[in-house]
Protein backbone atom coordinates (compact mmCIF):
# COMPACT_ATOMS: atom_id res chain seq x y z
CA UNK A 1 0.00 0.00 0.00
CA UNK A 2 0.95 3.49 -0.42
CA UNK A 3 -0.16 6.68 1.22
CA UNK A 4 -0.01 10.25 -0.01
CA UNK A 5 -0.74 13.37 1.65
CA UNK A 6 -0.68 16.78 0.46
CA UNK A 7 -0.40 20.17 1.35
CA UNK A 8 -0.13 23.57 -0.06
CA UNK A 9 -3.55 24.72 -1.36
CA UNK A 10 -5.24 27.68 -0.30
CA UNK A 11 -6.07 30.77 -1.51
CA UNK A 12 -4.53 33.05 -3.75
CA UNK A 13 -5.16 36.52 -5.92
CA UNK A 14 -5.12 36.06 -9.66
CA UNK A 15 -1.27 36.57 -11.08
CA UNK A 16 -0.32 34.59 -7.87
CA UNK A 17 1.81 31.38 -6.77
CA UNK A 18 1.79 28.90 -4.68
CA UNK A 19 3.76 25.07 -4.09
CA UNK A 20 1.72 22.04 -3.70
CA UNK A 21 3.44 19.13 -1.75
CA UNK A 22 2.78 15.41 -1.82
CA UNK A 23 4.51 13.08 0.78
CA UNK A 24 4.36 9.51 -0.07
CA UNK A 25 4.82 6.42 2.45
CA UNK A 26 4.10 3.15 2.51
CA UNK A 27 5.22 0.72 -0.25
CA UNK A 28 7.14 3.76 -2.41
CA UNK A 29 9.68 1.31 -4.49
CA UNK A 30 6.65 -0.10 -5.78
CA UNK A 31 6.03 3.48 -7.39
CA UNK A 32 5.98 4.31 -10.84
CA UNK A 33 4.59 7.63 -12.22
CA UNK A 34 3.48 10.36 -9.85
CA UNK A 35 1.86 13.34 -10.60
CA UNK A 36 -1.34 15.71 -9.73
CA UNK A 37 -4.88 15.83 -10.86
CA UNK A 38 -7.36 18.22 -10.71
CA UNK A 39 -11.33 18.51 -10.34
CA UNK A 40 -13.43 21.61 -10.53
CA UNK A 41 -17.12 21.66 -9.35
CA UNK A 42 -18.87 19.73 -12.25
CA UNK A 43 -16.14 18.82 -14.07
CA UNK A 44 -14.46 15.58 -14.11
CA UNK A 45 -11.10 15.01 -12.77
CA UNK A 46 -8.57 15.22 -15.12
CA UNK A 47 -4.24 15.71 -15.31
CA UNK A 48 -2.75 18.45 -14.18
CA UNK A 49 0.74 17.38 -14.66
CA UNK A 50 2.78 13.78 -14.26
CA UNK A 51 6.37 12.57 -13.62
CA UNK A 52 7.89 9.27 -14.12
CA UNK A 53 10.45 7.41 -11.99
CA UNK A 54 12.96 8.70 -14.73
CA UNK A 55 11.74 12.40 -14.62
CA UNK A 56 10.40 12.99 -17.56
CA UNK A 57 7.12 15.42 -17.09
CA UNK A 58 4.50 16.03 -18.97
CA UNK A 59 1.73 18.76 -18.75
CA UNK A 60 -2.00 19.57 -19.55
CA UNK A 61 -1.83 22.32 -22.11
CA UNK A 62 -3.89 24.69 -19.97
CA UNK A 63 -0.93 24.29 -17.33
CA UNK A 64 2.31 24.32 -19.59
CA UNK A 65 4.91 27.70 -19.17
CA UNK A 66 3.04 28.13 -15.69
CA UNK A 67 3.57 24.93 -13.80
CA UNK A 68 6.56 22.85 -12.86
CA UNK A 69 6.44 19.36 -11.48
CA UNK A 70 9.31 18.13 -9.83
CA UNK A 71 10.06 15.18 -7.68
CA UNK A 72 12.53 14.57 -4.58
CA UNK A 73 13.18 11.04 -4.32
CA UNK A 74 15.01 11.30 -0.84
CA UNK A 75 12.39 12.56 0.78
CA UNK A 76 9.73 10.82 -1.62
CA UNK A 77 7.55 13.88 -1.82
CA UNK A 78 6.45 15.37 -5.17
CA UNK A 79 5.80 19.34 -5.88
CA UNK A 80 3.95 21.37 -8.17
CA UNK A 81 4.85 25.09 -8.47
CA UNK A 82 2.12 26.68 -9.88
CA UNK A 83 2.59 29.95 -11.10
CA UNK A 84 0.75 32.82 -13.01
CA UNK A 85 -2.24 31.13 -11.72
CA UNK A 86 -5.73 32.10 -13.02
CA UNK A 87 -9.44 31.62 -11.58
CA UNK A 88 -9.94 28.75 -14.08
CA UNK A 89 -7.23 27.37 -12.00
CA UNK A 90 -9.60 26.76 -9.00
CA UNK A 91 -9.97 23.55 -7.87
CA UNK A 92 -9.11 20.01 -5.78
CA UNK A 93 -6.01 18.91 -6.48
CA UNK A 94 -5.24 15.09 -5.86
CA UNK A 95 -1.79 13.67 -5.92
CA UNK A 96 -1.52 10.50 -7.49
CA UNK A 97 0.64 7.40 -7.54
CA UNK A 98 0.71 4.90 -10.03
CA UNK A 99 2.44 1.10 -9.60
CA UNK A 100 2.08 -0.62 -12.78
CA UNK A 101 1.95 -4.38 -13.36
CA UNK A 102 2.31 -7.21 -15.61
CA UNK A 103 0.16 -7.37 -19.06
CA UNK A 104 -0.51 -3.81 -18.44
CA UNK A 105 -2.10 -4.00 -15.39
CA UNK A 106 -1.43 -0.89 -13.07
CA UNK A 107 -2.89 0.10 -9.88
CA UNK A 108 -3.38 4.05 -8.89
CA UNK A 109 -3.63 5.89 -5.14
CA UNK A 110 -4.72 9.02 -4.43
CA UNK A 111 -4.45 11.90 -1.83
CA UNK A 112 -7.14 13.05 -0.25
CA UNK A 113 -7.12 16.20 -1.81
CA UNK A 114 -5.94 20.04 -1.50
CA UNK A 115 -8.50 22.83 -2.40
CA UNK A 116 -6.61 25.62 -4.22
CA UNK A 117 -8.97 28.69 -5.00
CA UNK A 118 -8.09 31.30 -7.35
CA UNK A 119 -9.78 34.92 -6.96
CA UNK A 120 -10.09 37.44 -9.58
Known amino acids: QVQLVESGGGLVQAGGSLRLSCSASGSISSINNMGWYRQAPGKERGLVAG???????NYADSVKGRFIISRDAAKNTVYLQMNSLKPEDTAVYYC??????????????WGQGTQVTVSS
Open 96 to 109: NARRDFSYGLFHNY
Open 51 to 57: ITSGGST
